[in-house]
């Protein structure tokens, strides 16, 4: 007896163009971030985002950088900074559920900032984590 593969439709895959558009190896093509990649390059997309910054939306970002260049920026200052980072992570990126941020301010690095966001992709139960440190360019 032959049995026929049916797929599942209830679980989906997902992918993501690289935006640092890095050629596949062999290919030459743009490299396709998937599944828990991909959801990992949103979420540092949407934290990083200024408001302002996309076109047509700009009700969309954290402002963190913002907040690199604040002198007064105290632990409710970064209390307001993970509650905006938190909302603009639940309202456009539906791949990740169960968000946690801790952000913490190094000692070495004046106006820097290291981010820790933990999370679990949808289509998983595991808890995924994406680290991350930002200082002024300026």
Known sequence: MQTKYIPDESVKSYGDIDF???PHPVS???VILKDVLSVKNSLKNL???N???KPFHP???TGVYESLFDLQLDDAGLVVLK???IS???LYEPRATDIRIQIDRPDTAPNSLFISIY???INSTEHEKLEFFINPVR
């Open 88 to 90: 603009t992570i639940n």
């Open 28 to 30: 030459r093509d743009v």
């Open 83 to 85: 509650a905006q980072m």
């Open 119 to 121: 999370f679990v992709p």
């Open 47 to 49: 934290v990083l985002l």
């Open 51 to 53: 408001f302002y910054e």
């Open 59 to 61: 009700e969309i970002g």
């Open 20 to 22: 640092n558009f890095s």
